[in-house]
């Protein structure tokens, strides 16, 4: 069946540094892929996504570029500040009425100042 | 502010009650889905409801149902709570057409049966 592997955290950096959460998937066809984003004490809310291959999502200074031919889609920042403390999920669907959205664990992040 | 709309966002309550939690979806999304998130089962995906019906079940316990409403509202009725079932229930929403398959996140309901 269709999954979402991400890193284990918790991941912790010092403001600045460069941030990368590894994410695979193993899923037929193409599906879209996405980053969501959840702050302390918030539901999660969409950071990026990419809908095919080559894509590359970005917002916030985050980005994220669909590989098929390694299925991942890592999520990467080049300077990290201390408000992207969060817990980060990977996740994928397919463009069609009924599939479900299927989520990684989660990887939780802490900038120190 | 994401449009989904989660009710109550807090509840208490003792072992062996009953619970509903009620999500409205944002304006003209379709589908539904329930989560639980807990500390150390991460974000478990228990349901999803289409346009009314059930599209797909996750690891729902028998305890637990959904239902999704004509006006596409959605609840969630948690049974014979035990203590293991405290934790953030939270609703989402899509629209799944074409170029917007993602799921847009209500703020949850934190449950905690004492």
């Known amino acids: 069946g269709n999954s979402v592997t991400q890193m284990e955290g918790p991941v912790t950096l010092s403001e600045e540094a460069f941030l990368t959460i590894n994410c695979t998937y193993t899923?037929?066809?193409?599906?879209?892929l996405f980053w969501y984003v959840q702050y302390p004490g918030e539901g999660l809310q969409l950071l990026l996504k990419?809908?095919?291959?080559?894509d590359k999502g970005s917002n916030k200074g985050f980005e994220a570029t669909y590989r098929k031919e390694t299925t991942s889609f890592h999520l990467e920042k080049g300077s990290v500040q201390v408000s992207d403390s969060a817990v980060y999920f990977c996740?994928?669907?397919?463009?069609?009425?009924?599939?479900?959205?299927?989520f990684g664990k989660g990887t939780r992040l802490h900038i120190l100042p | 502010d994401s449009g989904v709309t989660q009710t109550p966002k807090h509840l208490i309550t003792a072992t062996g009650q009953r619970v509903t939690l009620r999500c409205s979806p944002r304006?003209?999304?379709?589908?539904v889905y329930w989560y639980q998130q807990s500390l150390d089962q991460g974000l478990q995906f228990l349901i999803q409801?289409?346009?009314?019906?059930?599209?797909a079940k996750g690891n729902i316990l028998e305890r637990f149902s959904a239902q999704q409403f004509p006006d596409l509202h959605s609840e969630l009725n948690l049974s014979s709570l035990e203590l293991g079932d405290s934790a953030l229930y939270f609703c989402?929403?899509?629209?799944?057409?074409?170029?917007?398959?993602?799921?847009?996140f209500g703020q949850g309901t934190r449950l905690t049966v004492v």
């Open positions: 989402a929403s899509s629209s799944h057409d074409r170029l917007n398959t993602e799921a847009f």
């Open positions: 899923a037929t066809g193409y599906p879209s």
């Open positions: 990419a809908t095919k291959a080559d």
């Open positions: 996740a994928l669907t397919y463009m069609n009425r009924d599939d479900k959205i299927i």
């Open positions: 304006s003209g999304d379709l589908s």
């Open positions: 409801y289409y346009n009314g019906e059930e599209r």
